[in-house]
């Protein structure tokens, strides 16, 4: 009985370690994404923050923004604020930007402490 030779045979599949998912805003795989963005930076004295107390479900918060820093930078100076204000609060992107977020109604307490550290503001 011949016997079959399968030594020239190869499968041909080409395996990787990572795995391509799908982006959530552009629905591209995110080796493709469009919509990633780069953090724009700039200078403190060359834009306006705006400050803000709203309610969001039924709790009172104060909204600062759009701050054009290094996201490290972002962390520190959060970190810093929370701990001057006794507050919990987080920041999130937009517009090229961060938009901070702090819990209760702190609006002189943060515009002085952002005076401080030579931001500008609208009003």
């Known amino acids: 009985m011949d016997r079959l030779d399968l030594s020239h045979l190869s499968i041909g599949a080409n395996f990787e370690d ?43 918060i104060t909204l600062c923004g759009v701050v054009y820093e290094r996201n490290e930078t972002i962390v520190k100076m959060l970190k810093e604020i929370k701990k001057t204000l006794a507050c919990g609060g987080s920041f999130k992107e937009d517009l090229g930007g961060y938009i901070l977020e702090f819990q209760g109604k702190h609006l002189e307490k943060l515009k002085a402490f952002l005076k401080k550290e030579k931001f500008k503001f609208k009003k």
């Open 18 to 60: 990572a795995i391509d998912v799908l982006c959530k805003k552009c629905e591209n795989l995110q080796s493709q994404c469009v919509c990633k963005k780069k953090e724009e930076i700039r200078e403190r004295d060359s834009y306006f923050l705006w400050i803000k107390e709203e309610k969001c479900k039924g709790k009172d």
